[in-house]
């Protein structure tokens, strides 16, 4: 991702361009497909900004999930991780690393029915598939 590119999002989104918010932005598009944690990019941010402290990256993580630029997934794995993929989709998790994976599947229509809703608004659903991967068999 290029910084005219990483700018142009965050502004899209209506969030001013600080050097923070574009790192963060950055790594998250480069590590994205392994949805990282906020711990995982705080990590890779601070080889480049060592100042940068953990509660700025989940500051711009939360920020960034609020104006729906990413998703916060919790899948049991012991940390929040982050998902860049705009597409409907659901997950695959590995029971031994951890490991989380894109999973483009239509699951059907899955409807809750109203007696068991207590009162709740459904308003989303996400699948999760959860297994061994390929490495952890190996």
């Known amino acids: 991702m ?10 899209a989104k209506g969030l001013r361009v600080t050097p923070q918010r574009a790192l963060v932005v ?5 590590f994205g497909a392994d949805h990282p944690s906020a711990e995982t990019i705080h990590v890779q ?3 480049e900004m060592p100042s940068l402290s953990l509660r700025t990256v989940y500051t711009i993580l939360d920020e960034l999930v609020d104006k729906k630029a990413v998703r916060s ?14 597409r409907r989709h659901h997950h695959l998790v590995c029971r031994q690393c951890g490991r989380i994976a894109d999973v483009l599947v239509d ?20 699948v999760v598939f959860r ?3 390929a490495v952890c068999r190996s």
């Open 2 to 11: 290029t910084p005219d590119t990483v700018e142009a999002l965050l502004r």
């Open 26 to 30: 950055r790594l998250l598009r480069r």
């Open 45 to 47: 941010a601070t080889r």
């Open 73 to 86: 997934l919790d899948v049991g794995t012991g940390s929040k991780r982050f998902c860049v993929n705009p």
């Open 107 to 126: 699951v059907g229509p899955l409807d809750v029915p109203v007696e068991q809703r207590r009162g709740f608004l459904i308003t989303d659903h996400e």
């Open 131 to 133: 297994g061994i991967c």
